[in-house]
């Protein structure tokens, strides 16, 4: 498995044709399990299914399509049409990459349009062989028929949940089961006809039937893909992959450690905190030298966005990984959105928190190429009356045509990397460039058409040190300048 703690280098010199993109949710799942479980899910369950196989792993698209949920605090659904971009894009920059095969492993109990975007895909583009599963249900038809329904944080679920992290099932456990059939939440959504957020039994859940359900996925998700993919023209399964698999430290992305709460929150806690402030961090996935990995972006706002949600006491949202990365799109193993996908995407989270409660979202950026934020920005602030989306500084400010020294992958970057993932750090494929030209030729060409290793400044000034110190005072800077944004924006609306 090579996957976004490798580098661009990595990825270019490796056969491997077949993705595999995990894909979570923020729904809610009852007073018992995290709004955040599906995401969870699909962060473990994604990187067993991939561990020894000639795959990349993208990292866990975490929102979904459930639309049917809008209104619970804390969660977030996407429209249709949003979700439907999302793919094409990701498909797009995979064919661009010369991978052939895309795997969804789909973990959401709302994401209808999947089944529609891979037939297309198939039959219609005929660009990429895609195959769509949804895991649970392999655990939903594996266990006993009293355990059913499983709508959403019944025992199906917080029995996966008991097998994996006990810590992720917070007591006493109710049933409630309501005399309606499934799809009406179709039709009315989920509060009218569930209102504590979930539909199911989950007093029938243990851990023991967890670990045999969690298994079965395994096994029979397998299975179900090596023949869906085996029935393409030259059509093979996935093939076994020996290396070194480099994954988070502690085997999970990090979240709130004190204060404030997060995606692993159950909604009953969001719901009572008076969730009125949330963080998103905003980051991306692209090349970042031979040197670093391809998640540098994702790293950096990660940690960046957790400290900051602790110290402002905010709800902190999963972050994006992908958002617009264009000036990096030659390099293998980049991803990137077309900056009308992620204008959408920005504007149904901005609606769902809306929905839920929340009045405030503060953008975390750490990518340079997220340009369409700062627009879209302005536009939602213009017309969502109460609501407001601030950010951490200026969203990129206009660099001017002036000769930049450093700019990617440079001292900051490496510095953050060597203190924070020293592993995924490549000592011994260091490399200095500085092109000495405006930062405007990622407009015209791209980073690869004036640094032909994507490097742009000196990583080899890069310290551990460094980057320990970096991130505490980014993190005290944008921890004064929200105070004070927050401040001001609240004394001017009361005008």
């Known amino acids: 498995m090579l996957n976004f703690f490798n580098t661009s280098e990595e990825m270019a010199s490796s056969p491997i044709d077949t993705a595999v993109l995990p894909m979570g949710s923020l729904e809610p799942k009852g007073p018992h399990l995290p709004a955040g479980f599906d995401l969870l899910l699909a962060h473990r369950f994604s990187k067993d299914f991939c561990a020894g196989k000639a795959v990349y792993l993208l990292p866990v698209f975490p929102f979904s399509t459930a639309m049917e949920t809008r209104g619970f605090c804390g969660t977030v659904s996407l429209r249709q049409q949003t979700l439907w971009e999302i793919l094409s894009d990701i498909a797009s920059n995979l064919v661009r990459h010369g991978f052939k095969r895309l795997v969804f492993l789909d973990f959401s109990n709302y994401n209808w349009i999947l089944k529609h975007a891979v037939r297309e895909l198939n039959l219609n583009r005929e660009s990429i062989q895609a195959v769509w599963v949804n895991p649970k249900e392999f655990a939903k038809a594996a266990a006993k028929t009293e355990m059913l329904p499983d709508y959403g944080g019944g025992a199906v679920e917080t029995s996966l949940a008991f097998s994996l992290n006990r810590q992720w099932v917070h007591p006493p456990l109710e049933d409630f089961s309501p005399d309606r059939p499934r799809e009406y939440l179709d039709y009315m959504g989920l509060e009218p006809v569930a209102p504590k957020g979930f539909w199911g039994k989950p007093t029938h859940a243990a851990a023991e039937i967890g670990d045999r359900l969690y298994n079965a996925m395994l096994k029979q998700t397998a299975e179900f893909v090596n023949y869906a993919l085996g029935l393409f023209p030259g059509g093979r399964p996935i093939e076994g992959h020996q290396g070194k698999e480099t994954w988070w430290p502690n085997g999970d992305m990090p979240g709130v450690e004190k204060g404030g709460a997060d995606w692993k929150t159950p909604g009953r806690s969001i719901s009572q905190s008076g969730l009125k402030l949330a963080v998103l961090p905003t980051s991306a996935i692209e090349q970042h030298s031979p040197c670093l990995p391809l998640a540098t972006d994702y790293l950096q706002a990660l940690e960046w966005g957790r400290r900051l949600a602790e110290e402002l006491d905010a709800y902190l ?28 995407l920005i504007e149904d989270i901005a609606e769902s928190l809306y929905a839920g409660g929340c009045r405030t979202v503060v953008i975390v950026n750490n990518h340079g190429g997220n340009w369409v934020l700062k627009p879209t920005m302005i536009e939602i602030n213009q017309k969502r009356g109460p609501f407001r989306i601030i950010s951490t500084g200026d969203i990129l400010s206009y660099r001017g045509k002036a000769i930049v020294e450093q700019l990617h992958a440079s001292e900051s970057e490496a510095s953050f990397i060597r203190a924070f993932y020293p592993e995924c750090f490549r000592a011994d494929r260091v490399l200095d460039f500085s092109p000495q030209c405006p930062a405007s030729a990622f407009d015209f060409v791209g980073i690869g058409g004036v640094s032909p290793h994507g490097v742009w400044g000196f990583p080899s000034k890069g310290t551990a040190e460094k980057g320990q110190r970096d991130l505490e005072r980014k993190v005290s800077e944008a921890y004064a300048y929200v105070r004070r944004a927050l401040q001001d924006i609240s004394g001017l609306s009361n005008r």
Do not use: D, E, N
Request: charged share 15%; net charge positive; hydrophobic share 45%.
């Open 317 to 344: 949202l999963p972050a994006l990984p992908i958002v617009t990365s264009w000036g990096h799109i030659r390099f293998r193993g980049t991803l990137t959105f077309g900056a009308m996908t992620v204008r959408r």
